[in-house]
């Protein structure tokens, strides 16, 4: 995948409504217009989106021209994943070092518990 | 995160050099100054890069007034990861089906191998 391609497919998937789509495509292919129904668009607003994923290779377009149902095509989403997961190592070292913070703190509050106040008055 | 965070992230990610940025910051901290060398821009071209990704969340600028150091803030791409993960069964689905038809093939050539022609001319 090119760098242009990547781009493409984040562009692609940098809108809520183009994610709901692909959400709706994951439980099956259907026609732009069923796809329209629940997002309350206009068909060309929707035809726009769908053009951005088609663009991106996240959607493939059936050939049968009254219905041209939609599909989803999950490859380039790999190669996104692919890109990310290189950076797991950094969300999760930053899990880590708060894990380490918070042993240390409760060591140390075992070492040198909190000195209990005197009561008022005695 | 809410959907806007997810798009900026994945908007964000949508150009080259921002990754290309992340990817110099996932070595260490540095300021703009090093961070602009190897790309060959104008520090305020870089520095519109930056906002984006400071923007996103996945940059955090260090407060010494001179310097102010960039860093890597990978908590975002965790997020972008998440929701991409999702989609995992799609694209390995996709692998299956195409491990389960070359296997087929193969069982069909051992059933039924390719007929050798005859020689020309006897």
């Not at 041209?68 to 899990?95: G, S």
């Amino acid at each position: 995948m090119t760098p242009d391609q990547l781009s493409a497919t984040f562009a692609a998937l940098a809108d809520p409504t183009r994610r709901a789509i692909l959400a709706r495509l994951a439980a099956g292919e259907t026609t732009v217009n069923e796809l329209a129904a629940p997002f309350d668009m206009t068909l060309p607003a929707v035809t726009k989106h769908l053009k951005v994923l088609e663009g991106a290779g996240l959607i493939t377009r059936g050939r049968d021209a009254q219905r041209r149902p939609c599909r989803l095509a999950a490859q380039p989403l790999q190669e996104a994943c692919d890109w990310i997961e290189k950076y797991r190592i950094y969300w999760e070292q930053r899990f880590d070092n708060l894990d380490a913070y918070l042993e240390q703190l409760q060591q140390d509050r075992k070492e040198h518990p909190p000195q209990r106040r005197k009561p008022h008055g005695k």
